[in-house]
C-alpha cells in the first residue's frame, strides 16, 4: 500500500487520520443518519397521532437537507470530544509512559514548559500534509520541547515500507541529520524502500552505519514500545498530537498552536 491508498475504515489496526477519509464522505454518512432518522420515524409512528408520520419525515428531510449535514457535523463533533476525553484520561492514567525517552529525537529545551508529542506514520495523508506547517510551528515556538514518536501503523501484509522508513529515519537520528530527513520522507509520496535510502543519502547519511540501527534490538524495542503506548492511551490514528498530555481535536496545525498557546498561559 502507498500513501495514496486510504485505509479501510473496517481494519482493526489504527489508520491514518486524513482529513479527506477520517469520517467519510459527508453526504455518504448524511444519507446513512437519513435512513436512520427516517427508520426511527417510522418506528415511532403508531405511538403519535397526526396521520402519516413517517411520510411527513421523509418530506421534511427532502425539503430540508441541510438537516442531514447539522445531525451528521453534530455525531462528527460528538464522537471527537469522546475521542479526546478518553485519550486525555488514558494518558493521566499512565504518566509514565509519556515521560521524557532519550531514545525519541527531540528538539527544544529539555525543561520547556511545553512539550508537543506526535505520534505519526511517513505514509500517512494527514501526517503529510501538516508536515510543512508543523515544522514552521517549531521555528515559531523555539521554547517548546518537540519529541516525535516512530509509529508506523499503516504496513499491511508484507509491505512493511513505513516500518522501514521510520527505522530510517531513526539511524539519521543517530548521525544528527533526522529533521531533514524527517521532512524528506514527509515530502516523499508513493514511498519505497528505495526512495527510503535515496533520501538517507541525499541528506548526507552513511548508509553502512544506517544498516546497522535499522536492524539493530534496540531499534525493534524502541518501536515495539511506542506501539505499545499507543494501543494503552487508545490512539487511534496518525499524526496525533499531545500538548502537555492533552490531544486535539483535530490534526490542523492552528489548533496545535492554539494548545501551544493555552498551555504557555496555564
Request: hydrophobic share 45%.
Amino acid at each position: 500500500m502507498t500513501d495514496e491508498t486510504p485505509v479501510p475504515a473496517t481494519d482493526a489496526k489504527p489508520v491514518s487520520r486524513d482529513p479527506l477519509v477520517w469520517f467519510g464522505s459527508g453526504r455518504g454518512g448524511a444519507a446513512a443518519l437519513g435512513v436512520s432518522i427516517l427508520a426511527l420515524g417510522l418506528a415511532a409512528a403508531p405511538y403519535l397521532t397526526g396521520g402519516d408520520f413517517g411520510g411527513k419525515v421523509r418530506a421534511y428531510l427532502i425539503s430540508n437537507p441541510q438537516v442531514l449535514d447539522e445531525a451528521v457535523q453534530a455525531r462528527q463533533a460528538a464522537e471527537e470530544n469522546n475521542r479526546v476525553e478518553t485519550i486525555n484520561r488514558a494518558v493521566a492514567a499512565n504518566a509514565a509512559l509519556m515521560a521524557p525517552d532519550a531514545r525519541d529525537p527531540a528538539f527544544g529545551p529539555a525543561d520547556a514548559k511545553v512539550t508537543v508529542v506526535q505520534f505519526f506514520d511517513y505514509r500517512c495523508p494527514g501526517c503529510k500534509a501538516v508536515a510543512a506547517d508543523y515544522a514552521a510551528l517549531m521555528q515559531a515556538n523555539p521554547d517548546v520541547r518537540f519529541v516525535f514518536k516512530e509509529w508506523p501503523i499503516l504496513d499491511r501484509g508484507d509491505d512493511t515500507t513505513s516500518n522501514y522508513a521510520a527505522r530510517a529515519a531513526l539511524a539519521a537520528h543517530a548521525q544528527g541529520k533526522y529533521l531533514a530527513v524527517h521532512q524528506a520522507l514527509m515530502a516523499t509520496n508513493g514511498l519505497t524502500r528505495e526512495a527510503v535510502d535515496q533520501v538517507l543519502a541525499q541528506n548526507g547519511v552513511a548508509l553502512d552505519q544506517a544498516a546497522a540501527v535499522i536492524g539493530n534490538t534496540g531499534t525493534d524495542r524502541l518501536l515495539a514500545d511506542i506501539h505499545t503506548t499507543g494501543a494503552t492511551l487508545g490512539l487511534v490514528g496518525t499524526p496525533t498530537f499531545l500538548i502537555n498530555g492533552k490531544t486535539t481535536a483535530s490534526i490542523s496545525p492552528q489548533e496545535v498552536a492554539a494548545a501551544i498557546a493555552a498551555a504557555k498561559a496555564a
